[in-house]
């Protein structure tokens, strides 16, 4: 049985073939909104930041593809700004915070169970030289 993801899949029409579009629902987005502000504008003015979700939504991408980040589509922000978030939230703490309330609230809904999940490290590539 394969287990229900924090996101739902759509598809976008990519030129002659179909892309699958990942996207957090907007009402799975406000279960963990609060943890994200986008942020404010810069007084010296300049080009707009990136808001949280649509980083967020990058981020997602990139860790459910497994893709490089400068293979992010371009219906995200740039893949820098994404890297920067997510160094940023991981570092802070935020990111853990926001993907275990987001699970929790998904298990007590009963469309996520964390017992059913498993990570694959087989494809992870080691580094030239690294202790086995």
């Known amino acids: 049985m394969s ?10 029409s990519a030129g002659p073939r179909t892309e699958p579009r990942f996207e957090l629902t907007d009402e ?28 967020f939504e990058g981020i997602l991408w990139v860790l459910r593809t497994g893709a490089r980040w400068r293979d992010l589509p371009p219906r995200y922000p740039s893949p820098a700004t994404c890297w920067r978030r997510h160094r940023d939230w991981t570092a802070s703490g935020l990111w853990e915070r926001a993907w275990s309330q987001l699970l929790r609230a998904l298990e007590r809904r009963g469309t996520f169970d964390a017992e059913q999940s498993l990570a694959d ?6 580094k030239k030289g690294a202790a086995a």
């Open 28 to 55: 799975r987005w406000l279960l963990i909104a609060a943890h994200f502000r986008d942020p404010p504008a810069s007084p010296a003015g300049g080009r707009p930041r990136a808001s949280a979700r649509a980083c």
């Open 121 to 126: 490290g087989t494809f992870a590539a080691a």
């Open 3 to 12: 287990q229900a993801l924090p996101f739902e899949a759509t598809c976008v």
